[in-house]
Nanobody, 120 residues
Framework: QVQVVQSGGGLVQPGGSLRLSCAASGSILKIYTMDWYRQAPGKQRELVAGITGSGIINYVDSVKSRFTISRDNTKNTVYLQMNSLKPEDTALYYC??????????????WGQGTQVTVSS
């Protein structure tokens, strides 16, 4: 009904940059919140950044001033630009979207996950 496909990620040296993308498709009437989460080995999944349909943005303190979330509503896509990456940013990153479908269901859909590794 709703598919979420992520792209981007990979291996980067400390101080480098990466950009993640996440595109939603399917029976979408409207997308509300689009969020990025991450989960490092042995740690709980945490909300990294989120953007609402009206453009309200939130970041976890550890990424403020380094990460930028944005969305393109014409493409049902959310982006996460990550600059000044640190080894502690290493994690599996997940996209999450909250969607109203065309048959009036509220759906919470996850992407497949993208590995980000920051290492020299």
């Amino acid at each position: 009904q709703v598919q979420v496909v992520q792209s981007g990620g990979g291996l980067v040296q400390p101080g480098g940059s990466l950009r993640l993308s996440c595109a939603a498709s399917g029976s979408i009437l409207k997308i509300y919140t689009m969020d990025w989460y991450r989960q490092a080995p042995g740690k709980q999944r945490e909300l990294v950044a989120g953007i609402t349909g009206s453009g309200i943005i939130n970041y976890v303190d550890s990424v403020k001033s380094r990460f930028t979330i944005s969305r393109d509503n014409t493409k049902n896509t959310v982006y996460l630009q990550m600059n000044s990456l640190k080894p502690e940013d290493t994690a599996l990153y997940y996209c999450n979207v909250q969607v109203w479908t065309t048959d009036w269901n509220s759906v919470n859909a996850w992407g497949q996950g993208t590995q980000v590794t920051v290492s020299s």
